[in-house]
């Protein structure tokens, strides 16, 4: 590799051991494209050019993309970046184009490598990009038990040197796009093969391979997330708000945020936070006085807009469509309220968790990534009539698992539901505080 790195990199072939108390010696730093900093394209023939200089590289291509996630409206990509071997390093504009499909063109049949590919898939799809075949450095890292899965310690710990992710944060609408940012980007899919490369020889030596690519094609191949139904109750704090009218308050002044947002191309929290949508729909203000001095009532057009806020609560005060409390669900109640309402499924859970826990440390593997935590708390609730492997693995496949799960948990499923340990009941907090009550009278 000869991109720039400063630092001093320790002599593998070194035995000594480090002196006692003696701090390790500093990673290099990868500071410097190889190529040095690419230019962005923002023109059709420049677009036209990356394309063919990408067609015409080999090998896998490293994809990563930059939203402005807390400045813009939505998760759209400000900056593409696309690496790939003999063609080098491309910095794409998305926002100077209608869509990236000739770039998508250009990597017909070539397998992609994104880090954490469920965060950039979107807005790349969204330019008509969509990967025929993937590979996820992030997710390869938790399959192979990395401790640390982000791109800067996955990179550490697999290929030696550091990697600064000082404008991780930045607003990448921000335009022209300062040099440093720029070098950041690149560097950001500047290793991403070298990465790949030691990822596939991690993971095959810990026989974990096949079932990485498993889980890349099921990311590939996921369908889009159907729309949330009623999302302004992810409102943050809503929780606090007992009362349907107030509920309609956050559902007007939500969806105006929303409304306003989208046509100032600007992040809904930048007008006001959700913590004042609450303080607001919790005082149900009548007068724009009285809005403007509702604690908690804040936000940069707070006041500027606040006749906008007002109207919405006023709306909500004289509407007769309240929403309900809660929305019917499928989904099964806390686990905490099992062993009340069903100890059978509690029993079920309470069996099957701790020993899915003890096989996901033998594979080397995080728990979530043995088995979704929503299929196992589903299952556990309400299982099949008929308790076998067979039930048991057409309930996995039903929910969503994948074929390598299923082989590694439907087992050990089907027997701790056939077999369920007593039930264990946790203290609740009452009790708990009765007995340290006890305690210290007894004391």
């Not at 051991?17 to 500071?31: F, H, K």
């Not at 490369?197 to 974990?208: C, P, S, Y």
């Not at 007007?252 to 930048?270: I, S």
């Not at 919790?282 to 057009?301: D, E, I, S, W």
Request: overall charge neutral.
């Amino acid at each position: 590799m000869t991109a720039h790195i400063s630092g001093k990199a320790a002599d593998p072939s070194s035995s000594a051991p480090a002196e006692a108390g003696e701090p390790p010696e500093p990673l290099p730093v990868l500071e410097t494209p190889r190529d040095g900093v690419p230019l962005v394209i923002d023109s059709p023939r420049g677009l036209e050019r990356a394309a063919a200089a990408l067609a015409a590289g080999t090998g896998p291509a490293g994809v990563d993309a930059e939203r402005a996630s807390g400045f813009r409206y939505g998760q759209r990509a400000f900056l593409v970046q696309i690496r790939r071997e003999g063609a080098g390093t491309w910095l794409i504009d998305p926002e100077a184009f209608g869509d990236l499909r000739i770039i998508n063109e250009a990597l017909s049949g070539v397998e992609w490598i994104l880090h954490a590919a469920t965060q950039d898939l979107p807005c790349l799809s969204a330019l008509g990009m969509w990967p025929d075949k993937l590979f996820d450095t992030e997710l390869a890292a938790r399959l192979a038990g990395l401790p640390r899965v982000g791109l800067a310690a996955v990179i550490e710990t697999l290929l030696g040197f550091s990697l600064a992710k000082e404008h991780s944060a930045a607003d990448w609408s921000t335009r022209p796009l300062p040099e440093p940012w720029l070098r950041y980007a690149a560097l950001d899919v500047e290793v991403l093969a070298e990465l790949r490369v030691e990822l596939i020889r991690v993971l095959d030596e810990a026989g974990k391979l096949e079932l990485a690519e498993e889980e890349f094609e099921a990311i590939r191949t996921a369908p889009p997330a159907p729309p949330r139904v009623d999302p302004w109750r992810r409102t943050s704090g809503m929780h606090q708000l007992r009362d349907r009218r107030q509920l309609a308050a956050v559902r007007e002044l939500w969806t105006e945020r929303e409304h306003l947002a989208e046509l100032r191309d600007t992040a809904p929290g930048r007008l006001i936070p959700d913590s004042a949508i609450v303080a607001a729909a919790r005082a149900m203000p009548a007068t724009v006085p009285q809005l403007l001095k509702t604690p908690g009532f804040h936000g940069r057009a707070a006041q500027k807009e606040a006749p906008r806020w007002l109207r919405c609560i006023s709306a909500a005060r004289s509407t007769t469509d309240l929403p309900p409390l809660h929305i019917p669900t499928h989904a099964p109640p806390p686990p905490r309220v099992w062993a009340k309402n069903d100890p059978a499924a509690a029993a079920r859970l309470q069996t099957a968790k701790p020993r899915l826990t003890a096989l996901a440390e033998k594979l080397n593997l995080p728990l979530e990534n043995l088995l979704t935590p929503d299929h196992l708390r589903r299952l556990a609730w309400r299982p099949p009539a008929e308790i076998n492997l067979d039930t048991i693995s057409a309930a996995l496949r039903g929910l969503g698992a994948r074929e390598w799960q299923i082989r590694e948990t439907a087992a050990v499923l089907t027997v701790a539901f056939l077999d369920p340990d007593p039930l264990v009941e946790k203290p609740s907090e009452e009790k708990s505080a009765a007995g340290a009550r006890t305690s210290a009278r007894q004391r």
